[in-house]
């Protein structure tokens, strides 16, 4: 079925979903978490700032767990956020809105750290 603006849509299946589906799912999810650069990148950028040469393997295991438990909080949040209220229809009338101003958000962090940086070189 398609609707008016062109999406495709899939009637719902109302069984319940099995522990292999939501194991596979959470699998999937981890992954693509794990190999997404920009989640990589986001974290060396932030985290690079907190270690140190001097950092033991504890510490630096300890800021490891840190940023897993902080991005599986996000998208844990962020699931039962849409999925649970009719939030989703709002972000999907602002998608283009909420890009351009995330986007300038990160050029901004960017910009602060590189100056942050070149100013620690000179």
């Known amino acids: ?8 849509v899939q009637k719902i299946d109302a069984r319940p979903t099995s522990s ?5 799912g959470a699998g999937e999810g981890f992954l693509i978490s794990l190999l997404n650069p920009k989640i990589a990148l986001f974290f ?3 985290f690079s700032h907190l270690v ?7 510490e630096t ?3 490891g767990i840190t940023a897993a438990v902080i991005d599986a909080c996000w ?16 972000f999907r009338d602002r998608e283009t809105a909420i890009r351009r101003v995330s986007g300038i958000i ?11 940086m070149l100013l620690g070189l000179l």
């Open 44 to 46: 060396l950028v932030i």
């Open 52 to 58: 140190h040469s001097d950092s033991t393997r504890t």
């Open 1 to 8: 079925m398609i609707t008016p603006d062109g999406l495709s």
């Open 75 to 90: 998208y844990v949040s962020v699931t039962l956020m849409l999925t649970g209220t009719s939030l989703i229809k709002v």
């Open 106 to 116: 990160f050029i901004l962090i960017v910009l602060y750290l590189l100056g942050v």
């Open 61 to 63: 295991g300890l800021m």
């Open 20 to 24: 292999g589906m939501l194991l596979k």
